[in-house]
């Protein structure tokens, strides 16, 4: 069965300390990872992709990495900041795309 | 690039009454569109896929007569709400897939809020 597993579910640190998320899936045969972010009341908003060759992608503050062997993938936040407080949904698309799982999401709360 | 809109941004309806959303990729075309469910503190629930020119595909659980789903161009697709309750409030989100180089890319709209009274 085609599954997305994300933990935490929550998390709650202070601004400016690193995080990690992490997104485990058992989606086969495997075509991209994708990493979201959603703000309440607002759509998700991708944040990175990356497909089977790849190990690890940048975008800005968050770090992707990917091991398509063990099926897990992190999301690496740095130098936390109150912006970043959203949820981070993993998202796996089958080859052919024909579907997309959901990961049900980790909920980041950044404190002053 | 690759910016799909939703409209209305927020409904508040009376209970019994039918709720038009509109999904629109902006500029690209859109073979495929999503639409989605999200109560409060919930990940998003895939309520059926929409194929311009063809029937929908629903997901198991969603009734297809009271969500109807219309895909009649490459850029936009329809979420009726009909006789809608105050358990049909919730948060829509449409999603739209590219063509040709962005089909492996899914871009999601800002979402809708329904609220029945």
């Known amino acids: 069965k085609n599954q997305v597993e994300q933990s935490p579910q929550s998390l709650i640190i202070l601004e400016g300390k690193n995080c990690t998320l992490q997104c485990n899936y058992t989606v086969s045969p495997f075509s991209n990872l994708r990493w979201y972010k959603q703000d309440t009341g607002r759509g998700p908003v991708s944040l990175t992709i990356m497909t089977f060759s790849e190990n690890t992608k940048s975008n800005g503050r968050y770090t992707a990495t990917l091991d398509a062997d063990t099926k897990q993938s992190s999301l690496h936040i740095t130098a936390s900041q109150l912006s970043d407080s959203a949820s981070y949904i993993c998202v796996v698309s089958e080859y052919n795309f024909n579907k997309f799982y959901f990961g049900s999401g980790t909920k980041l709360n950044v404190k002053p | 690039g690759a910016v799909v809109s939703q409209h209305p941004s927020w409904v508040i309806c009376k209970s019994g009454t039918s709720v038009k959303i509109e999904c629109r990729s902006l500029d690209f075309q859109a073979t495929t569109m999503f639409w989605y469910r999200q109560f409060p503190k919930q990940s998003l629930m895939l309520m059926a896929t929409?194929?311009?020119?063809?029937?929908?595909?629903?997901e198991q659980g969603v009734e297809k007569d009271k969500f109807l789903i219309n895909h009649a161009s490459l850029t936009l697709s329809t979420l009726t709400v009909t006789s809608a309750h105050p358990e049909d409030s919730s948060f829509y989100i449409c999603?739209?897939?590219?063509?040709?180089?962005?089909?492996?890319?899914?871009?999601f709209g800002p979402g809708t809020r329904l609220t029945v009274l």
């Open positions: 999603s739209a897939r590219g063509t040709g180089g962005l089909i492996n890319e899914q871009f």
């Open positions: 929409s194929n311009e020119g063809s029937k929908a595909t629903y």
